[in-house]
């Protein structure tokens, strides 16, 4: 049966056979009409939010043509109906005063960022030429095309692309995959895939380093999960244990954080498993983990009680446990924890469409790869779409130099940033609220599901689809690729595809033809039917994680993901800057987070600006004392630094992703961006950090109560601060 089902799971939800019922609309008259009132009706179309790699499901507000509102789609097995901040920011994408309005050409050196506009006829010529010309040279094979996770049809159609051009040089980067897991889950599992973590049928979540409440996978379909964990009808209130070496925002909303050793998870979770008797797990003692971690091995002895007791128990691995060094070695012991005990965790289905695009999953060893091909001048053009390495490698990588050594440079991309500034010629796309695409959500919800990205606006500046991009830069290739690219357009391509999905389900759907069928998908947000994965194999394979490395004389350092600007791809929008973090209030900029103990030891409190060094290299920001951080951390959050990218995060804050060792996985050899250690130093220089919370002492004014700082009445004779 095909569903657009509410409730990942749920036996009720949306038939596709049945038509979407539209909310209804009222006229309401005001006595008084304000002048900025224009009469009209808002309009909601259901799209697909491509902020992140989660696959959410929005309806978007129309009226007078301008979208003014986005919030999650109910019936999307994903969002259910909610939605993140950064994906309420797509507004700022659509209307960005810095979104490229036209195709732009280099007139300046290489990287400066200086561009002029130019046609589109001069853009298509100016790649297209140049790619055709390498074809009939016989070096079709010397273009390479990076992208970042495109998913879906669109992966097909390039996939189509690059073939037509006689190259197999296609990969995705980005750095929110988590290359690890899906090492981790091949060797555990078979598949290199991410299984359904069902946090809301979970009785005790365990999680090492997972910031699941933040930006982990899919932070939204989690929130729901979380809600129903703790308060969920008809049951009891769930167990939540964070183990990680800064608090998060998961872990501060846990019922116990445990500050563990960075690095030290997997021997953690081993010693778990050990308990519960995991197959090649009893050597891994709880005294081995507990002095590798720095807890007490009596709070190991009641995390194996509590996970042996639940009835569903989950373990769930992220952030900086994930990019140690031993990185893929903890997850693949967090997979033996699931399986010895777990009952919270199932596989996805395939995809109804795109699963080829993970074979491209190029991660950091494929990254490193075409560095080396274009250092060795093996690239002679390089295509460069949605993504932003030189922001999220560290600089020792040499991307920055690499590129410059290729002979030409295309990017499609709708800002200036990092690395579209290396590029000749910018092709300037629409943003996705005016884009044709489809997609199927990863990690997936248990079912078999798929949505289709409509159009919701028409277009605000002189910009192209995508996918229409790729079909006409094809077409002038030669008539070969033409006959394999045979679409007008990325709409007509993608009904091409879809019709393939729908005639072996024809029968199904009785007397419903294809024009109907489309139109209730797009209707209703979402496809899905009530198909499951295969059962997950039992894990008997353990990887050795070792010792965590010593932090020596200096301290380990610990980038995180923003949960406003992420790895930083919300940086440009303003909404997100001005987005309070969570847990220290700090707005607008970068900064170091010290433990107490370690700010006392270095002389520096809240504001002092420090040097943080590494082997990479170094940076400067001011410190917040936060409590919550193990003394021998330095935390940062991950998302400001960039060169360029629009006037609001261009040259704003520092990059902690910059300066951290070229170090990578001993196993799998993804970028171990949580292995750096760092020295600190201060500056003798101080800021004014810009904040959005308040101060934990009352400054006499008595405004907690009928007592005053300490427990002690306050002085008479002080009303003049009293608010």
């Given at each position: 049966?095909?569903?657009?089902?509410?409730?990942?799971?749920?036996?009720?939800?949306?038939?596709?056979?049945?038509?979407?019922?539209?909310?209804?609309?009222?006229?309401?008259?005001?006595?008084?009409?304000?002048?900025?009132?224009?009469?009209?009706?808002?309009?909601?179309?259901?799209?697909?939010?491509?902020?992140?790699?989660?696959?959410?499901?929005?309806?978007?507000?129309?009226?007078?043509?301008?979208?003014?509102?986005?919030?999650?789609?109910?019936?999307?097995?994903?969002?259910?109906?909610?939605?993140?901040?950064?994906?309420?920011?797509?507004?700022?994408?659509?209307?960005?005063?810095?979104?490229?309005?036209?195709?732009?050409?280099?007139?300046?050196?290489?990287?400066?960022?200086?561009?002029?506009?130019?046609?589109?006829?001069?853009?298509?010529?100016?790649?297209?030429?140049?790619?055709?010309?390498?074809?009939?040279?016989?070096?079709?094979?010397?273009?390479?095309?990076?992208?970042?996770?495109?998913?879906?049809?669109?992966?097909?159609?390039?996939?189509?692309?690059m073939a037509g051009v006689g190259s197999s040089r296609y990969l995705q980067y980005d750095f929110l995959v988590p290359e690890n897991l899906l090492a981790a889950n091949q060797a555990s599992y078979g598949r290199a895939e991410l299984p359904y973590y069902d946090i809301g049928n979970a009785d005790f979540v365990l999680s090492f380093g997972a910031d699941y409440l933040s930006h982990w996978l899919s932070p939204v379909h989690y929130g729901l999960g979380y809600g129903k964990l703790r308060q969920g009808p008809g049951r009891e209130r769930g167990l939540v244990v964070q183990v990680e070496p800064r608090m998060s925002l998961s872990g501060a909303n846990a019922d116990h954080w445990l500050p563990a050793r960075p690095g030290s998870e997997g021997l953690v979770a081993l010693a778990i498993a050990g308990r519960l008797g995991a197959p090649g797990a009893s050597a891994y003692s709880v005294e081995r983990a507990a002095a590798a971690s720095g807890l007490d091995a009596a709070k190991i002895e009641d995390l194996a009680q509590h996970f042996a007791e639940a009835k569903k128990p989950l373990a769930l691995i992220g952030g900086a446990a994930l990019a140690a060094e031993n990185g893929m070695a903890n997850a693949a012991a967090v997979n033996l924890l699931n399986s010895a005990g777990g009952g919270a965790v199932t596989s996805n289905p395939d995809p109804a469409f795109g699963a080829s695009a993970a074979k491209h999953i190029a991660g950091y060893p494929g990254l490193r790869k075409l560095v080396d091909e274009m250092n060795a001048g093996q690239v002679d053009a390089l295509i460069i779409a949605d993504t932003n390495p030189l922001h999220s490698t560290p600089e020792s990588l040499g991307l920055r130099e690499a590129i410059a050594r290729v002979p030409f440079v295309a990017a499609i991309s709708p800002f200036i940033d990092d690395t579209s500034a290396m590029a000749d010629v910018i092709l300037a796309p629409h943003s996705f609220l005016e884009s044709w695409s489809d997609d199927t959500p990863q990690p997936g919800v248990g079912i078999a599901s798929a949505s289709i990205a409509q159009p919701v606006v028409a277009p605000v500046h002189d910009t192209r689809d995508f996918g229409d991009i790729v079909i006409?830069?094809?077409?002038?290739?030669?008539?070969?690729?033409?006959?394999?690219?045979?679409?007008?357009?990325?709409?007509?391509?993608?009904?091409?595809?879809?019709?393939?999905?729908?005639?072996?389900?024809?029968?199904?759907?009785?007397?419903?033809?294809?024009?109907?069928?489309?139109?209730?998908?797009?209707?209703?947000?979402?496809?899905?039917?009530?198909?499951?994965?295969?059962?997950?194999?039992?894990?008997?394979?353990?990887?050795?994680?070792?010792?965590?490395?010593?932090?020596?004389?200096?301290?380990?350092?610990?980038?995180?993901?923003?949960?406003?600007?992420?790895?930083?791809?919300?940086?440009?929008?303003?909404?997100?800057?001005?987005?309070?973090?969570?847990?220290?209030?700090m707005v607008y900029n970068s900064w170091v987070e010290l433990n107490p103990a370690t700010a006392k030891e270095l002389g520096v409190e809240d504001g002092d600006v420090v040097t943080v060094s590494a082997a990479g290299g170094s940076l400067e920001a001011p410190v917040v004392v936060y409590p919550a951080v193990r003394p021998d951390v330095v935390a940062m959050p991950m998302g400001q630094g960039h060169r360029t990218f629009g006037r609001y995060a261009s040259g704003r804050g520092a990059n902690p992703l910059s300066i951290v060792d070229e170090t990578v996985d001993r196993d799998s050899g993804a970028l171990a961006w949580g292995s750096t250690t760092v020295s600190v130093a201060k500056t003798g220089r101080r800021v004014k950090l810009i904040r959005q919370?308040?101060?934990?002492?009352?400054?006499?004014?008595?405004?907690?109560?009928?007592?005053?700082?300490?427990?002690?009445?306050?002085?008479?004779?002080?009303?003049?601060?009293?608010g």
């Open positions: 049966m095909l569903v657009g089902a509410g409730t990942a799971g749920a036996g009720a939800g949306f038939l596709v056979k049945e038509s979407s019922k539209n909310r209804p609309e009222q006229y309401i008259p005001y006595v008084a009409t304000p002048e900025d009132y224009t009469p009209g009706i808002a309009t909601w179309y259901k799209t697909v939010c491509q902020q992140c790699a989660a696959g959410c499901g929005i309806e978007v507000r129309v009226r007078e043509g301008r979208a003014k509102k986005i919030e999650g789609n109910a019936l999307h097995p994903v969002s259910q109906g909610r939605s993140c901040a950064l994906g309420q920011s797509s507004l700022n994408v659509l209307y960005n005063p810095d979104r490229l309005r036209q195709p732009q050409q280099s007139r300046g050196e290489r990287g400066s960022g200086v561009f002029q506009p130019i046609g589109w006829e001069q853009a298509y010529t100016t790649v297209s030429d140049r790619l055709a010309s390498l074809r009939r040279a016989g070096k079709g094979d010397r273009v390479a095309l990076l992208t970042g996770n495109v998913r879906g049809h669109l992966h097909e159609l390039l996939e189509t692309f006409e830069i094809g077409r002038r290739l030669g008539r070969d690729v033409a006959t394999q690219l045979p679409w007008e357009n990325t709409l007509e391509f993608l009904q091409a595809r879809w019709r393939e999905l729908y005639g072996p389900r024809s029968a199904e759907l009785g007397s419903m033809e294809f024009g109907k069928f489309w139109n209730n998908v797009l209707q209703a947000g979402v496809w899905a039917e009530n198909r499951k994965g295969p059962a997950l194999p039992a894990v008997s394979r353990v990887i050795d994680p070792g010792e965590p490395a010593a932090a020596g004389d200096g301290f380990y350092f610990h980038p995180y993901v923003s949960l406003a600007m992420a790895d930083g791809r919300g940086a440009n929008l303003p909404w997100q800057q001005e987005l309070p973090d969570p847990l220290t209030g919370s308040g101060t934990p002492r009352d400054l006499g004014r008595s405004i907690l109560g009928p007592y005053g700082e300490g427990g002690k009445p306050a002085p008479h004779g002080d009303d003049e601060h009293h």
